[in-house]
């Protein structure tokens, strides 16, 4: 009789492609196990099975336990599995990333490790924050300039559409409750944001570490993707909610924030916007594409050959 170790991993072929597959699957309070090629989620209401293939991330929420046989099947067909607060909210932990090819993680420290292409690709992001301004030629001082105004002048302007008085961004890390409605709502905004770009960010494979605006921080380019939609999205959100009521404005703000996250369809965005700064236009597709693992060996010309051959005898490096 075969068992589960006895069973032959998928090959690339045979795995469905990321743009067949469901955004993600989330999880809580139940076991996760494995069925033949499946994983399974038990809880009190029964057993329900998961094409495992079929899955682009899974997220484990609160109350979840996992087996090692259901971590090995999703590790075999390519799904990403990230560890999050309720209703996937926040980012605790993640696995390998749903992206099979390091086309994206090489742009990326490409881009960084140049300080001219390093300042272009901050130039590109407060274009995609401010796009009625163009910051081309402008210095690192002035781009910082120039948002902190922005930000400053949007802080007014969404406490007097709400109706609220704005004293000023505080707060104080570890004390949450020592904010206002409105700071508190804006942390909680903020600490949701953080959490889903960084689903984002380790699913496809990039390197959380290495910003363009942020620096020295493990979750730099997390900030910077977080950044993105902090006028867009989180602020005014905070200001709704701390607005109706001041009472539990963190958890009203989280939920909020997680509704408008689906409404939106703001994974597929935010997914789009990281490749956009990367990647040359219709570059994106050749990453969706999972049918074949590509390993090439790196030569001194700035090229690549082969993998899988021996070079003992010579080649054009």
């Known amino acids: 009789m075969a068992t589960v170790g006895r069973r032959s991993a998928s090959t690339p072929r045979e795995l469905a492609r990321v743009g067949d597959r469901l955004s993600f699957v989330y999880l809580e309070r139940c076991t996760v196990h494995r069925d033949a090629n499946a994983i399974t989620a038990e809880d009190g209401e029964g057993i329900t099975h998961i094409p495992s293939a079929t899955i682009g991330i899974l997220l484990l929420g609160p109350g979840t336990r996992v087996t090692h046989q259901a971590m090995s099947v999703l590790g075999e067909c390519g799904a990403g599995v990230v560890w999050v607060g309720e209703r996937g909210v926040r980012f605790y932990a993640g696995g390998r990333s749903l992206s099979r090819s390091a086309a994206l993680a090489e742009a990326q420290a490409r881009a960084w490790a140049n300080r001219a292409t390093r300042l272009e690709v901050a130039r590109a992001m ?11 030629g402008l210095t690192r001082q002035q781009l910082l300039g120039r948002e902190g105004k922005r930000v400053k002048e949007f802080y007014r302007k ?29 942390t909680a905004a903020a600490q949701c944001l953080y959490g889903v770009c960084h689903a984002v960010v380790a699913a496809l494979g990039c390197i959380p570490g290495l910003g ?3 620096s020295g921080h493990e979750l730099s380019f997390v900030l ?9 999205i989180g602020i005014p ?9 001041p009472e539990e404005v963190g958890p009203r703000t989280r939920r909020a924030i997680r509704d ?3 409404e939106d369809r703001f994974l597929d965005r935010c997914v789009a916007d990281v490749q956009r700064l990367f990647l040359p236009e219709g570059a994106d597709s050749a990453l969706a594409d999972d049918t074949v693992d590509r390993v090439a060996l790196q030569t001194d010309r700035g090229g690549e050959v082969e993998s899988g051959r021996n070079y003992a005898d010579g080649v054009i490096w």
């Open 126 to 136: 407060y274009r995609m924050r401010f796009p009625d301004e163009d910051p081309a």
């Open 158 to 186: 969404e406490a007097a559409r709400v109706g609220m008085q704005w004293k000023g961004r505080r707060y104080v890390p570890g004390d949450f409750d020592s904010g206002d409605p409105l700071n508190q709502g804006v």
């Open 260 to 262: 408008r996250i689906n």
């Open 224 to 232: 910077d993707i977080a950044d993105l939609y902090k006028t867009e």
């Open 212 to 214: 363009f605006v942020h």
């Open 237 to 245: 959100v905070a200001f709704d909610t701390a607005a109706q009521s």
